[in-house]
């Protein structure tokens, strides 16, 4: 019986150890990925409701800190040395770039920056430590990283269908790296492109090869065309 038990509890503690990351402090990850979303792909699940129109652009979603072999590391708001998010100190500049490459469908966009960075900043320095550093990187990467139109020159073209392998290949053609291609599901169980992923080398913010292929995608996959267009 005893020995049952000692089983028993060293077994449980296998499936903990490999079930869940390591203890996330003092913060050590991977790699980083800057995560694009398709706006129509996030207000026609049915779930949330859009408040603004959605144009022909991805834009950000967050700069998430990344494990090889674990989930995504987010929500470490128990990091004695996470910063709350100051909409105060961003300055002008950033501010109005954010409005432009990071918009909140749902609501105020100080909502949606402050929620990305207590969530995935707090968990890695030097981003939970410097809050102006966490969203220039990502803005970095939004600003020169231009994917509906990277779609667009190969042939891929909002209101198609498409294919994870088609994405990931011009992608892959215009930047020199594979992005990781994520799916949900629209309001009449389409399966479509959600998210781009494209991912960084955490000391030197160099690009890198996503590990990861896809998330979520049976081929083929809906690329929904927005209502509104006249931001193009
Ligand atoms: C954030 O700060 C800007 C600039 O000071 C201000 O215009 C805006 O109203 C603030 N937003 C919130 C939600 O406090
Ligand atoms: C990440 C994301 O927005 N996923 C959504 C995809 O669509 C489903 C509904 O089908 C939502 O529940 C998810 O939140």
Same mark, same amino acid.
């Given at each position: 019986?005893?020995?049952?038990?000692?089983?028993?509890?060293?077994?449980?503690?296998?499936? =903990?150890?490999?079930?869940?990351?390591?203890?996330?402090?003092?913060?050590?990850?991977?790699?980083?990925?800057?995560?694009?979303?398709?706006?129509?792909?996030?207000?026609? !699940?049915?779930?949330?409701?859009?408040?603004?129109?959605?144009?022909?652009?991805?834009?950000?979603?967050?700069?998430?800190?990344?494990?090889?072999?674990?989930?995504?590391?987010?929500?470490?708001?128990?990091?004695?040395?996470?910063?709350?998010?100051?909409?105060?100190?961003?300055?002008?500049?950033?501010?109005?770039?954010?409005?432009?490459?990071?918009?909140?469908?749902?609501?105020?966009?100080? /909502?949606?920056?402050?929620?990305?960075?207590?969530?995935?900043?707090?968990?890695?320095?030097?981003?939970?430590?410097?809050?102006?550093?966490?969203?220039?990187?990502?803005?970095?990467?939004?600003?020169?990283?231009?994917?509906?139109?990277?779609?667009?020159?190969?042939?891929?073209?909002?209101?198609?269908?498409?294919?994870?392998?088609?994405? =990931?290949? /011009?992608?892959?053609?215009?930047?020199?790296?594979?992005? !990781?291609?994520?799916?949900?599901?629209?309001?009449?169980?389409?399966?479509?492109?959600?998210?781009?992923?494209?991912?960084?080398?955490?000391?030197?913010?160099?690009?890198?090869?996503?590990?990861?292929?896809?998330?979520?995608?049976?081929?083929?996959?809906?690329?929904?065309?927005?209502?509104?267009?006249?931001?193009?």
């Amino acid at each position: 019986m005893k020995m049952n038990l000692l089983l028993l509890f060293l077994a449980a503690m296998v499936v =903990r150890a490999t079930s869940q990351p390591p203890n996330p402090f003092p913060l050590p990850y991977d790699y980083y990925s800057v995560v694009f979303q398709w706006a129509k792909s996030v207000y026609n !699940t049915g779930v949330n409701q859009c408040i603004k129109p959605t144009f022909p652009a991805f834009t950000l979603h967050g700069l998430w800190p990344q494990w090889y072999r674990f989930p995504p590391l987010d929500d470490c708001r128990q990091n004695p040395r996470s910063a709350n998010f100051e909409n105060a100190s961003i300055p002008d500049p950033v501010r109005n770039n954010l409005i432009q490459y990071w918009p909140n469908m749902y609501g105020p966009n100080e /909502a949606f920056w402050g929620h990305e960075y207590e969530k995935h900043g707090s968990c890695v320095d030097p981003f939970y430590s410097n809050q102006l550093t966490y969203f220039v990187t990502a803005l970095r990467v939004a600003t020169s990283t231009d994917l509906y139109s990277i779609l667009a020159a190969a042939g891929i073209l909002c209101g198609n269908p498409t294919t994870v392998g088609a994405v =990931r290949t /011009a992608i892959h053609a215009s930047t020199g790296f594979w992005p !990781t291609v994520q799916c949900n599901r629209s309001i009449t169980r389409t399966l479509q492109l959600l998210q781009i992923y494209l991912c960084f080398n955490k000391i030197t913010n160099v690009p890198m090869d996503c590990p990861i292929v896809q998330k979520g995608c049976i081929d083929p996959i809906d690329y929904p065309r927005p209502i509104i267009w006249q931001y193009l």
